[in-house]
């Protein structure tokens, strides 16, 4: 799971630590990574203010097939980079959780495969912008990703960031958070 709530500071971290042990504790194997969030939501709806809330990318990998099932909960989509160089985004989902009362959240699955790299992000990354104006953006990520496929998932996850930020003049405007799941053999 990755996720990001909006704002700063103790109030955002009480709510993404909140969030992590409702998510932690319906992750069971008879929910649905679609139950979870819909669970999750139902946890923070209501609780709170109008215009606070938290996006979600949340994934389930069965490695003896590596089916990956997933739900975007309003978050940045994955980028599925394929060993063959093609990219998926993984935005199956709903919205953003804590903004709505039970909300339909629609699952995705994919079957993962030797080479393939699965790409998550936090906004911090995506929005990162020049000077110029332009915004780092998925095409980004893609381009640091397809240049870095020899790299490892820490290497790579490393070279993602800084590559950010050096695009946004030396510094991101927001926190960044990447994670990398590279496959080796399926």
């Given at each position: 799971m990755i996720a990001d709530a909006i704002g700063n500071g103790m109030?955002?971290?009480l709510l993404a630590s909140n969030l992590q042990a409702t998510v932690r504790t319906l992750s069971t194997k008879a929910n649905t990574p679609a139950?979870?969030?819909a669970g999750a939501n139902d946890s923070v709806y209501g609780r709170l203010?109008?215009?606070?809330?938290?996006?979600v990318f949340y994934l389930r990998l069965n490695g003896e097939g590596n089916i990956l099932r997933y739900v975007n909960a309003g978050h940045p989509a994955g980028l599925l980079i394929?060993?063959?160089g093609s990219v998926q985004k993984l935005d199956e989902g709903g919205p953003v959780?804590?903004?709505?009362?039970s909300p339909l959240f629609l699952e995705g699955e994919v079957k993962l495969g030797a080479g393939d790299r699965l790409v998550l992000y936090t906004d911090g990354v995506s929005e990162a912008w020049s000077k110029s104006g332009e915004e780092f953006g998925e095409a980004g990520i893609v381009r640091?990703?397809?240049d870095s496929a020899h790299l490892g998932?820490?290497?790579f996850s490393r070279r993602l960031v800084e590559e950010a930020k050096r695009h946004g003049g030396g510094r991101l405007k927001d926190d960044a958070t990447v994670i990398v799941l590279s496959v080796r053999g399926a």
């Open positions: 109030p955002a971290a139950d979870v969030m203010e109008h215009g606070r809330f938290v996006s394929r060993a063959n959780l804590g903004e709505f009362a640091i990703a397809k998932s820490e290497d």
